[in-house]
């Protein structure tokens, strides 16, 4: 079992940063895969980043690429996602995802049904 808390959520301005952060707990998570997806307004849920807890690597959809970050901290079993300028099309609810299964095409990991455990949400606003 793994537990997820997402955090720092809010509203900013167009051009504006924000960091999520998502406190994992549970005695596997360091063996998961940690992915942050998006849910905005009258749209599916989508992909956004993935970071590979125990080899750091990482990966992110081309929509977000160049201006988020994420990233693990292990000591507070926390992971990140620094999101820097921001537009009003990243308006979304985000979701903080973890999995314990392994795909040699780490393309799967940015498929929200093979993400076993769930956070509740952080809400992002960001005004024109």
């Known amino acids: 079992q793994v537990q997820l808390v997402e955090s720092g959520g809010g509203l900013v301005q167009a051009g504006g940063s924000l960091r999520l952060s998502c406190a994992a707990s549970?005695?596997?998570?360091?063996?998961?895969?940690i992915g942050w997806f998006r849910q905005g307004p009258g749209k599916e849920r989508e992909f956004v980043a993935a970071i590979w807890w125990s080899a750091g690597s990482t990966t992110y959809s081309d929509s977000v690429k160049g201006r988020f970050t994420i990233s693990n901290d292990n000591a507070k079993n926390t992971v990140h996602l620094q999101m820097n300028s921001l537009k009003p099309d990243d308006t979304a609810v985000y979701y903080c995802?973890?999995?314990?299964?392994?795909?040699?095409?780490?393309?799967?990991?940015?498929?929200?049904?093979?993400?076993?455990?769930w956070g509740q949400g952080t809400q992002v606003t960001v005004s024109s």
């Open positions: 549970g005695r596997t998570v360091t063996r998961s895969t």
């Open positions: 995802a973890a999995t314990g299964r392994y795909y040699s095409n780490t393309g799967a990991y940015q498929t929200a049904g093979v993400y076993d455990y």
